[in-house]
């Protein structure tokens, strides 16, 4: 049963997909400005999420050293010794 109700979400997906594709179809015929995306639209917003997990761990990382920086200040100004 749950090789099927995965098959049939699969399946659901691929006519999701499909559609979403008719569409950007026919609203490039039919309104300026728009364009047919130039790769799949899953892959793109794939790379999108992995772009932004990376830039998320980057802040998290900027601000860990930014508040370890300022313990480091704090502990100085102290007298105390940090490593």
């Given amino acids: ?5 995965q098959r049939n979400k699969e399946m ?3 006519a ?4 979403f ?6 609203s490039c015929c039919l309104a300026k400005g728009q364009k047919y995306p130039k790769e ?3 892959i793109k917003q794939q790379a ?3 772009q932004s997990k990376q ?10 050293q930014k508040n370890k920086e300022k313990l480091d ?7 105390q010794i940090t490593q």
């Fill in 40 to 42: 799949p639209v899953y």
């Fill in 48 to 50: 999108i999420q992995n």
């Fill in 55 to 64: 830039n998320i761990a980057n802040k998290i990382k900027a601000s860990l």
């Fill in 16 to 19: 999701w997909l499909q559609g």
């Fill in 12 to 14: 659901d997906f691929c």
């Fill in 21 to 26: 594709y008719v569409l950007k179809a026919v």
């Fill in 73 to 79: 200040v704090r502990g100085r100004q102290e007298g």
């Fill in 1 to 5: 049963m749950k090789k099927i109700e």
